[in-house]
């Protein structure tokens, strides 16, 4: 199964942007890449998800590598309550893979006021 | 709409006691997930679902089973509880092309 890379922590200060990196050199050309994160004591919560091109929505960007081995999820002003473990994960499309996700232990987000 | 919903919330159990983990939606997801998460690690893939009728295995089934009688529920059961077990468990749904909806989580502990 295809895995991902990202760094343990990141810390930040409130209202700047945040780009967190994510290193997935094995992914295969039907791999999406999912980003989720999880705030403490709560269950993982879907950010956003593309395939090649750069993708926005109302919580987040994700800028995709053109090799699309690597990846970086925008937050483009971090407040206290975007403070939580964020996950790149591959989410597999090809036949027979039925979307198994892979997790790994994520990125811990520390945003300063 | 409720999204997904799991039940209970917190679950105290003896060592070789039995219980269901109940899991339902009400998004007409065909994908239906079962994790657990021990302290500081990422999600575990237990067993998962792709429509009513099917199920199978995934990284760490053991001591586990799961039926999908209709689309909406997904319940998992432990036999034997062991304190291996003790651990958060989240259901998650998805249809094809989106991404995954999480229940909020089953606290279970086995002494």
């Known amino acids: 199964d295809a895995k991902t890379t990202q760094p343990n922590s990141m810390e930040s200060n409130e209202e700047e942007p945040v780009h967190l990196p994510c290193n997935h050199s094995t992914i295969s050309g039907t791999d999406y890449i999912h980003w989720y994160r999880q705030l403490p004591s709560q269950g993982p919560e879907y950010v956003i998800h593309g395939l090649t091109s750069n993708v926005n929505n109302r919580m987040a960007s994700l800028a995709i590598a053109e090799d699309r081995k690597s990846s970086t999820l925008i937050l483009h002003r971090a407040t206290l309550r975007d403070a939580a473990v964020y996950y790149c994960?591959?989410?597999?499309?090809?036949?027979?893979?039925?979307?198994?996700?892979?997790w790994g232990l994520g990125t811990s987000l520390a945003v300063n006021p | 709409n409720a999204g997904v919903t799991q039940t209970p919330k917190f679950r105290i159990l003896k060592i070789g006691q039995s219980m269901t983990l109940q899991c339902t939606q009400d998004?007409?997801?065909?994908?239906m997930y079962w994790y657990r998460q021990d302290p500081g690690m990422g999600l575990k893939l237990i067993y998962y679902?792709?429509?009513?009728?099917?199920?199978d295995k995934g990284e760490v089934p053991n001591g586990y089973n799961v039926s999908r009688s209709t689309t909406e529920d997904f319940p998992l059961r432990l036999e034997l509880a062991a304190p291996s077990q003790t651990s958060v468990y989240f259901c998650?749904?998805?249809?094809?092309?989106?991404?995954?909806?999480f229940g909020s989580g089953t606290r279970l502990t086995v002494v």
């Open positions: 679902s792709v429509g009513a009728g099917i199920t």
């Open positions: 994960i591959l989410d597999p499309r090809g036949a027979g893979n039925n979307r198994k996700l892979i």
């Open positions: 998650a749904s998805s249809f094809t092309g989106s991404g995954y909806t």
């Open positions: 998004m007409n997801h065909n994908y």
